[in-house]
């Protein structure tokens, strides 16, 4: 049973288009989260979602657009792709969003822009 | 100053040894502090919350200094599969809601 699941695992594409990268979660937690890892590993939150709002939006360029339809599902549009927008996107999930609670980690989605 | 700093190493120690990493955090207001762990080409997995007296899971030892704003984490009797990056994790509590910053990861081999 996969916890926290993403899709595609692997994308590929070419500069200037628009992708979208999907989360679900069947924890039945009530926060979701998108992280992006650089080529330096460095993990860095983008957007915290609690309850199919927002609460957490990190400087991120406005390319970039979450979407909540559900509190299992976060998804993630990314318009204009950029070289730097190439990374590891990771998906994550806990229980509350304002007190810690273990973040569980979907299994990330490897963007490459060529 | 990074809000979370460890060193990236790596360590390369052998089996049965003992390894410390530690990781330095610039935020006072940092309420709760974790080590995850992240394998190759994979998702970072909660290892264990770091408690102030400081707390042991099995082989591993977690302590917080809040004064010197540090944490630590010992590794006793490495085994092969302990290989992995170690990424100091912290949070800050803010108006916008709770956001976890992530260090940039210790690398530890454990080897033969």
């Known amino acids: 049973d996969t916890a926290v699941s993403q899709t595609p695992k692997y994308l590929v594409t070419q500069m200037g288009n628009d992708k979208s990268i999907k989360c679900e979660q069947n924890l039945g937690h009530d926060t979701m989260y998108w992280y992006k890892q650089d080529s330096k590993k460095f993990l860095k939150i983008m957007f915290s979602y609690n309850n199919k709002e927002l609460i957490i939006n990190e400087t991120v360029p406005n390319r970039f657009s979450p979407k909540s339809p559900d509190k299992a599902h976060l998804n993630l549009h990314i318009n204009s792709l950029e070289l730097g927008d190439s990374a590891v996107y990771f998906c994550?999930?806990?229980?509350?969003?304002?007190?810690?609670?273990?973040?569980?980690f979907g299994p990330g989605t490897r963007l490459t822009v060529t | 100053r990074k809000e979370v700093e460890q060193d990236p190493g790596p360590f390369n120690v052998p089996e049965g040894a003992t390894v410390a990493f530690n990781c330095t955090y610039s935020n006072s207001a940092s309420q709760s502090f974790f080590w995850y762990r992240q394998d190759c080409r994979k998702e970072p997995k909660l290892l264990m919350s770091v408690y102030s007296s400081g707390n042991e899971d099995g082989r591993f030892t977690a302590q917080l200094n809040r004064a010197s704003q540090y944490i630590s984490l010992l590794i006793r009797d490495s085994k092969l599969s302990d290989s992995a990056t170690y990424l100091c994790?912290?949070?800050?509590?803010?108006?916008?809601?709770?956001?976890?910053?992530f260090g940039k990861g210790t690398s530890l081999l454990v080897t033969p």
């Open positions: 994790v912290v949070n800050v509590n803010s108006n916008s809601g709770y956001a976890l910053n």
């Open positions: 994550a999930s806990s229980q509350g969003g304002l007190v810690y609670h273990e973040q569980y």
